[in-house]
Nanobody, 122 residues
Framework: QLVESGGKLVQPGGSLRLSCTTSGGTFDDYAVGWFRQAPGKGREGLSCLSTSGFEYSDSIKGRFTMSIDDDRDTVFLQMTRLNADDTARYFC???????????????????WGQGTQVTVSS
């Protein structure tokens, strides 16, 4: 089970850190990613962590940073310079390592959290 937290209303230009915790052990045997879905749009892959390291989509590269805690059961998404286009519901997702082609593609991920809402508005 994955549980996201940290979403809230933030002003344009602000920063926010999202968390995703697994209650099923650690992420060691999984690739884990962050995704978002804005109203009326499809789910967009933002970043993922796998045995290949961290990957980022071009749309958020340089503004968002993914990390993992020392216990390897919580991943974070540090978001900076937020703007209205970042308004969306943010999800983390996981898949068993090696059981996917692209961890930035939502259809390759098996386990999903419920998401946390981020709204960027003044």
């Amino acid at each position: 089970q994955l549980v996201e937290s940290g979403g809230k209303l933030v002003q344009p230009g602000g920063s926010l850190r999202l968390s995703c915790t697994t209650s099923g052990g650690t992420f060691d045997d999984y690739a884990v990613g962050w995704f978002r879905q804005a109203p009326g749009k499809g789910r967009e892959g933002l970043s993922c962590l796998s045995t290949s390291g961290f990957e980022y989509s071009d749309s958020i590269k340089g503004r968002f940073t993914m990390s993992i805690d020392d216990d390897r059961d919580t991943v974070f998404l540090q978001m900076t310079r937020l703007n209205a286009d970042d308004t969306a519901r943010y999800f983390c997702a996981a898949v068993i390592e090696g059981d996917y082609n692209d961890c930035l593609q939502d259809y390759d991920m098996d386990i999903w959290g419920q998401g946390t809402q981020v709204t960027v508005s003044s």
